[in-house]
């Protein structure tokens, strides 16, 4: 039999975008992140300045997550995304 | 102008879900999961789901993410709309066996005239027969046959017989066959159809049973119409088509060419302009001929002596022909076969004029003529070839693919990588 042109596609083959991916983040005295670096990998810099803040608390009737994210700036001008994940205490940082 | 031949008397082909039935085809097993094709928009949402998958609730019109809800093992699978098309045109070339008369509707439905036809099979369950043993092997068991007077009484039956079976309606009985159908088999739209579940008409009988004024005065002209497909008063005949007469593009050169670079150009130049004539409209190209006057004159250019005293020679030509396996409106396609050849064998002598002509034609489907009518219709099948070929490409250099479809999934969610997936493209 000649092999089919292609592959059905399962639903167990999708592949989230934009999964958070786990980084070291440097805390200042007030609790804000003051720097941060990728778990492994060089680090990314120090933050210069925080612009925004919210908190995400969502499927609290499946398996609950609260997130708390903030946008920083970072020295030279990156522009990056990291939450707190509060139910572990482990930092994240994600695509805006 | 040439009529187009027509016939009273029709049998209906239909093999609901083609999209899906071409799928399950081409993958063994895949008739036994719950399946949906994603629509071919870009709305990622579902067009066609399978039985088993609407059993778990998925129903067309989906999301995927509402259809991953409510059945985790859903196979989802991307359409090829060029495929499904190539297919079905294969099905009419295969039922113009039969008769000279058919007419395509939509995708997986289509009209076979079969006035005379008794004359050379018989009866009609014998012409039933015949029409079955020209679909496929794979589509044999889906198939549903109707017989009737017209059109639309074929395609009633059609829709009320089982798959793989036919019902033939004998010359006489449409009334008394279409008066106990159910109003959803008429041509009418969700609202007309609640109207008159409301009133309480349930069945083309009890819809002919009331004045037809009446009807026309609460439903207007397409009341009047649905009235009298109801009653059996209309019997619209198959209309067959009449392949196009060949179409002819040529090109005389300045200066006679011997390059075959030039004239591959030159083919390619050619075959978009022969796409591009009217009526090649909803044709597919078959048989395609590439001719050539060559260079010629008093003397024999091979060996360069004069020929002064010979007879006059003859308008010294070049001819190659290709039947294409499966017919196309892509000029790519249509050119290979002819470059191979123009490789293999070429003129034996510079080219003063290159005359391309197609000579036969495979008719399309309604979908195929939004594909065909202009070069969207090349430009689609084009696209779809090129992307296979890079994807072809990218396999052999990674060894793996790495190709995706971006769908959205949740994109109302408030987490980002519930947004959108991404999954496996295999053009």
């Known amino acids: 039999m000649v092999a089919p042109a292609r592959a059905p596609l399962r639903t167990d083959r999708l592949r989230a975008v934009n999964e958070p991916q786990p980084v070291a983040v440097e805390l200042s005295a007030d609790g804000s992140p003051a720097a941060v670096g990728r778990i492994g990998g060089s680090e990314d810099g120090k933050i210069e300045s925080i612009n925004e803040t919210w908190r995400i608390d969502d499927e609290w009737w499946r398996q609950t997550i609260s997130r708390l994210y903030f946008e920083a700036m970072l020295e030279g001008g990156k522009r990056v995304v990291l939450f707190q994940d509060l139910i572990t205490g482990n930092w994240f940082m994600q695509k805006p | 102008m040439t009529r187009r031949p027509t016939s009273s008397l029709a049998a209906c082909v239909w093999i609901p879900l083609f999209p899906l039935r071409c799928e399950e085809a081409r993958h063994e097993g895949l008739a036994t999961y719950p399946t949906a094709l994603l629509a071919p928009d870009t709305t990622r949402k579902l067009w066609q789901v399978s039985s088993l998958a609407r059993h778990a609730g998925v129903k067309p019109g989906m999301t995927v993410s509402q259809a991953i809800g409510l059945c985790h093992t859903l196979r989802l699978i991307e359409p090829d709309p060029v ?214 004159g008093g003397e024999d250019q091979r060996d360069g002596r004069s020929t002064t005293c010979r007879a006059p020679t003859n308008q010294r030509s070049w001819l190659i022909t290709a039947l294409l396996k499966d017919p196309t409106a892509a000029g790519a396609r249509i050119a290979a076969p002819l470059k191979t050849r123009l490789e293999q064998s070429p003129p034996t002598g510079a ?34 070839r090129a992307l296979q070929s890079a994807a072809r490409e990218i396999r052999m250099r990674v060894k793996r693919a790495n190709l995706y479809h971006v769908i959205e999934v949740q994109p109302w969610s408030r987490l980002p990588e519930r947004r959108y997936a991404l999954i496996d493209y295999e053009p």
Not at chain 2, 210 to 228: H, I, K, N, S
Not at chain 2, 354 to 368: D, I, M, Q, R, W
Request: glycine share 8%; proline share 6%.
């Open chain 2, 351 to 384: 080219v003063e004029r290159l005359v391309l002509e197609f000579t036969a034609f495979a008719p399309g489907t309604s979908e195929l003529q939004l594909f065909a009518r202009d070069a969207q219709a090349a430009a689609r099948a084009c696209q779809q």
């Open chain 2, 83 to 296: 495929h499904y098309d190539e297919h079905f045109a294969s099905l009419l070339s295969a039922l113009n066996e039969v008769s000279p008369v058919v007419e395509s509707a939509e995708l997986g439905l289509a009209y076979v005239g079969t006035d005379g036809l008794e004359g050379i099979f018989g009866k009609p369950q014998k012409i039933i027969d015949a029409i079955r043993q020209t679909v496929g092997p794979s589509d044999r068991p889906t198939v549903r046959l109707g017989f009737g007077l017209g059109k639309f009484t074929a395609w009633v039956a059609a829709s009320r017989a089982k798959p793989g079976e036919a019902i033939i309606v004998p010359l006489g009985a449409e009334k008394a066959f279409l008066a106990s159908q159910p109003i959803s088999v008429l041509p009418l739209d969700s609202a007309t159809h609640r109207r008159l579940r409301q009133l309480a008409i349930r069945t083309l009988g009890a819809l002919a049973a009331l004045p037809e004024e009446a009807v026309t005065a609460q439903f207007g002209a397409m009341g009047r119409r649905l009235w009298r497909l109801a009653a059996g008063y209309i019997a619209e005949p198959v209309e067959g088509r009449i392949a196009p007469e060949p179409i002819v593009a040529a090109l005389t050169f300045f200066t006679p060419v011997g390059e075959r670079e030039l004239l591959a150009h030159a083919l390619d130049q050619l075959i978009a302009r022969a796409l591009k004539h009217p009526r090649r409209i909803g044709w597919r190209v078959h048989a395609v001929r590439l001719r050539a006057d060559l260079e010629s």
